[in-house]
T-cell receptor
Framework: GAVVSQHPSRVICKSGTSVKIECRSLDFQATTMFWYRQFPKQSLMLMATSNEGSKATYEQGVEKDKFLINHASLTLSTLTVTSAHPEDSSFYIC??????????????FGPGTRLTVL | AQSVTQPDIHITVSEGASLELRCNYSYGATPYLFWYVQSPGQGLQLLLKYFSGDTLVQGIKGFEAEFKRSQSSFNLRKPSVHWSDAAEYFCAVGGIGTASKLTFGTGTRLQVTL
């Protein structure tokens, strides 16, 4: 099946530093990837849609200068949290869209990255 | 606007008992419907999906879901729950096309007692 990986799985950083999270589709090409944020015991909140070779599309209220997204290849998207602060601490999950034969459209999710900003 | 409602925040069932998790959606066109499961500290795993055709969809781990257009529902069922099924379950709705996005429900936490 479609597999999506994320790295790192857990990161702790000091306030003011930047953190990069990688999302990879391992066995399929993904022209579109998505970045979500999940607060404890809550649902997923879509932050942005990452399109290979073009600028990401951010959801309302998400600061594009703070959450930099790059989708340089068909299998890799990165999310960089710039100048991280404690309120950025969260669980970040990516997904990759797989267009299977027949035109069905399914998002497969990575295992998530737990970010803790001290 | 699209939305998903999962009315049950928390459900407890005994191992071996049957399970039904409710999901109602609102979508302006033909919906694509999904159920995902999330274990603590993990990402989401796709259980099953509905795009078209047979309204009863079979998924992994013995789960199934039935699409009822008249009720705008896509309830998840399992005839006999195992302790390993304890997790958070999310229903999601989306459309087709590169601009389509998934909208998730708030999730239902399943607890299984032995």
């Amino acid at each position: 099946g479609a597999v999506v990986s994320q790295h790192p799985s857990r990161v702790i950083c000091k306030s003011g530093t930047s953190v990069k999270i990688e999302c990879r589709s391992l066995d399929f090409q993904a022209t579109t990837m998505f970045w979500y944020r999940q607060f404890p015991k809550q649902s997923l909140m879509l932050m942005a849609t990452s399109n290979e070779g073009s600028k990401a599309t951010y959801e309302q209220g998400v600061e594009k200068d703070k959450f930099l997204i790059n989708h340089a290849s068909l299998t890799l998207s990165t999310l960089t949290v710039t100048s991280a602060h404690p309120e950025d601490s969260s669980f970040y999950i990516c997904s990759a869209r797989d267009w299977a034969s027949g035109g069905t459209d399914t998002q497969y999710f990575g295992p998530g990255t737990r970010l803790t900003v001290l | 606007a699209q939305s998903v409602t999962q009315p049950d925040i928390h459900i407890t069932v005994s191992e071996g008992a049957s399970l039904e998790l409710r999901c109602n959606y609102s979508y302006g066109a033909t919906p694509y419907l999904f159920w995902y499961v999330q274990s603590p500290g993990q990402g989401l795993q796709l259980l099953l999906k509905y795009f078209s055709g047979d309204t009863l969809v079979q998924g992994i781990k013995g789960f199934e879901a039935e699409f009822k257009r008249s009720q705008s529902s896509f309830n998840l069922r399992k005839p006999s729950v195992h302790w390993s099924d304890a997790a958070e379950y999310f229903c999601a709705v989306g459309g087709i096309g590169t601009a389509s996005k998934l909208t998730f429900g708030t999730g239902t936490r399943l607890q299984v007692t032995l």
